[in-house]
């Protein structure tokens, strides 16, 4: 039906301060152990760390390596889902659930700033998940 939503600027003026706090956030742990993408937006490259020569040293870099990969994707989707909820809420479409077009609580977004879908419809996939 594609219903616009009706929040408040002040209450989206708070969600965006989240969000956007969120992504530093989410920016600043990424740069910790890896390189932003030149060519993908939101997108980062894990670095190989350098401890030393050794065989012990090498080991400990492919660990810690295979670790931060892990850490990357896990931080990369969630950054992925803050600008994508940066984007809807430049759209005008903040807040309403993608499955059944009703705006989602203000507490549950206050809670979640990047739900996409309101409490009854996440229910109704969890108990057929
Ligand atoms: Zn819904």
Not at 6 to 12: G, I, M, R, T
Not at 92 to 115: F, H
């Amino acid at each position: 039906m594609g219903k616009k939503s009706s929040f408040s600027k002040e209450f989206l003026a708070k969600i965006r301060e989240q969000l956007l706090a969120k992504k530093e956030d989410l920016e600043n742990e990424l740069s910790a152990f890896a390189d932003k993408s030149t060519v993908d937006e939101g997108d980062y490259n894990t670095r190989f760390p350098e401890m030393g020569d050794k065989p012990d040293e090498n080991a400990a870099e492919v660990a810690e390596y295979t670790k931060n990969l892990t850490l990357e994707d896990t931080l990369e989707r969630a950054l992925k889902d803050v600008n994508e909820t940066l984007g809807r809420m430049e759209n005008g479409e903040y807040g309403v659930c993608k499955y059944c077009k009703e705006p989602i609580a203000e507490r549950r977004l206050l809670a979640r700033p990047v739900s996409s879908s309101c409490i009854e419809c996440k229910k109704k996939l969890t108990l057929e998940a």
